[in-house]
């Protein structure tokens, strides 16, 4: 049984995996050694993985790694099963390089797109020779509307709905369209020029905001909210 851990900057996504079936699924604020003590007491994982964006945590890498039969830190010097073509491998993100392995484990000597709608949007491409070739950053919805209070002197800070109109007729409006609206074609216009790259493109679509954007695409998608953790569990077992 493999214990994932993908420690974000404003939460921690466990899963256990019993082979390549997910049999459990919690967010935690922070995942800590006191967590894994719990956890492991109704579950007899005995091998781990932790990506994170926040640094190690050595008091939880101390315990796991004395622990488990197998402790792997995701960094760009852990072997994954699909050849890294980018050219600053270190700063690359590991949730990034998860979610394009999860995709390939689930759609090997493909092209894939895989669209990351979370805090900061990714987009990243894997080739039918198993490569990852690059991808793109963007501002997520959180990014998008906090920028546009914080950097302008009268524009408010507005929730934005799942259901915006093309056209707003008040300012809430006009923001929440702009910025739904906004990351929509984003993506459709990310997805019509992959497209013509690389033929028969796979396009999957993961993270927090994923549901939001699901509809607005025209093509044909697979919706995996646990990508990362996927590609995790492909990569500890690897």
Same mark, same amino acid.
């Given at each position: 049984m493999n214990l994932i851990i993908d420690q974000g900057n404003s939460s921690a996504k466990i899963a256990l995996f019993d082979g390549e079936?997910? %049999?459990?699924?919690?967010?935690?604020? #922070?995942? $800590?050694?006191?967590? &894994? #003590? !719990?956890?492991?007491?109704?579950? &007899?994982?005995?091998? &781990? %993985?932790?990506?994170?964006?926040?640094?190690?945590?050595? &008091?939880?890498?101390?315990?796991?790694?004395? !622990?488990?039969?197998?402790?792997? !830190?995701?960094?760009?010097?852990?072997?994954?099963?699909?050849?890294?073509?980018?050219? $600053?491998?270190? $700063?690359?993100?590991?949730?990034r390089i998860a979610a394009c392995v999860g995709a390939n484990y689930l759609y090997p000597n493909r092209n894939l797109f895989v669209i990351d709608a979370g805090t900061a949007i990714t987009y990243d491409v894997i080739n039918s020779q198993n490569q990852y070739v690059g991808g793109n950053i963007s501002l997520g919805i959180e990014m998008r509307r906090k920028a546009l209070h914080d950097y302008t002197a009268k524009l408010p800070l507005v929730e934005v709905p799942d259901d915006v109109p093309l056209i707003g007729t008040t300012t809430e409006e006009a923001i929440s369209s702009g910025i739904i609206n906004g990351i929509a074609y984003e993506i459709q216009s990310f997805i019509d020029e992959m497209s013509i790259i690389y033929p028969n493109l796979l396009i999957f679509l $993961?993270?927090?905001?994923?549901?939001?954007? !699901? #509809? #607005?695409?025209k093509n044909r998608i697979f919706v995996i909210e646990n990508l990362v953790h996927i590609g995790l569990n492909r990569i500890l077992n690897y």
């Open positions: 079936e997910m %049999i459990f699924f919690r967010k935690y604020s #922070r995942f $800590t050694e006191d967590e &894994a #003590r !719990e956890l492991r007491k109704e579950y &007899a994982f005995n091998q &781990a %993985i932790r990506s994170s964006v926040i640094g190690e945590d050595a &008091a939880l890498t101390s315990y796991l790694s004395h !622990e488990l039969d197998r402790w792997v !830190e995701l960094t760009n010097q852990t072997p994954i099963p699909i050849d890294n073509l980018y050219k $600053t491998p270190q $700063t690359l993100g590991r949730d $993961t993270g927090g905001s994923a549901k939001c954007f !699901e #509809r #607005r695409i």
